[in-house]
């Protein structure tokens, strides 16, 4: 069985070489090859072959471990660890030629679902800026050798706190409520469009916290053990009027209990 250090030794090395590939083809021109739910989500073939590569460096390196990515869908494995895999997180971003997107590589042990799995390893890197931030289980939150720690304490009203908002309109009235909320906390907002990066962030303490409603599993796979590594607090909320589209909230220990409870509101 590896190691959740060796586990985070090849999302490294993988993250790096998929990172590379996808500033390429970034360079040479991108093409929206299709959208998905809405006007908003959008596939590059960029994303695709991004994955592919992944995904094939994945197999013959742990053939037995399963995948869940976001182009191509899931696979079951044998091993019990699976491979949580979002091959340009920022898609708009990248697709716009903003510089704020990461590929982003989690290994997880168990079930294949984010309130279900114990995150192992992980590895972020924006190849914008060659960041790579990679965390283990225990091993602590990195950004390439520099240990991170989330910002502690953090008083209320001061907070600089990230978010997002979905890519269905129809949830947009609830994310903007949302944000009223939480503005008594903040002293500023960011909406940096990677939620892999958001969550780097707060384990950096470029951001005192994070929230967002409606994230995939492969969004946060990785980053939110970077925060819990990282000395900070990681959790998601199911809400009445959608449990389909849970709440997700990252911050330390002091700013998290007043960030969650107005990010889920009444
Ligand atoms: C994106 C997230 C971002 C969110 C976007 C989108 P994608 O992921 O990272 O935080 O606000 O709506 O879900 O689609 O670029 O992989």
Redo the contacts with the bound molecule.
């Keep these: 069985m590896a190691s959740a250090h060796e586990l985070e030794a090849l999302a490294i090395d993988i993250a790096r070489e998929a990172a590379e590939l996808a500033h390429r083809r970034r360079t040479e021109g991108v093409a929206i090859a299709a959208t998905k739910s809405s006007i908003?989500?959008i596939v590059t073939e960029a994303d695709r072959e991004v994955e592919d590569l992944i995904r094939g460096r994945l197999a013959a390196e742990r053939p037995d471990d399963g995948f869940l990515g976001?182009e191509s869908g899931a696979e079951s494995g044998a091993s019990g660890i699976t491979w949580v895999v979002?091959p340009?997180?920022?898609?708009?971003n990248y697709a716009y030629g903003i510089p704020a997107y990461a590929v982003s590589i989690a290994a997880v042990r168990g079930e294949p679902v984010p309130d279900r799995w114990e995150g192992l390893a992980g590895a972020v890197c924006n190849p914008v800026s060659g960041e790579l931030f990679h965390a283990s289980a225990g091993g602590g939150a990195w950004l390439g050798d520099e240990r991170l720690a989330v910002n502690e304490p953090v008083s209320a009203a001061g907070a600089l706190l990230g978010t997002?908002?979905?890519?269905d309109p129809a949830t947009h009235a609830g994310d903007l409520a949302r944000v009223a909320r939480v503005m008594p906390l903040a002293r500023d907002l960011r909406r940096i469009?990677?939620?892999?990066l958001?969550l780097c962030f707060v384990a950096a303490g470029r951001l005192d916290g994070y929230f967002?409603r409606g994230?995939?599993p492969?969004?946060h796979a990785a980053g939110a053990l970077l925060v819990t590594e990282a000395g900070g607090r990681f959790a998601r909320a199911e809400l009445t009027d959608d449990p389909g589209r849970p709440l997700f909230v990252a911050a330390g220990p002091t700013l998290f209990g007043g960030l969650f409870a107005a990010a889920v509101g009444s």
């Design positions: 908003a989500d976001e979002d340009i997180d920022g898609t708009v997002g908002f979905g890519y469009g990677a939620a892999s958001d967002e994230l995939n492969w969004d």
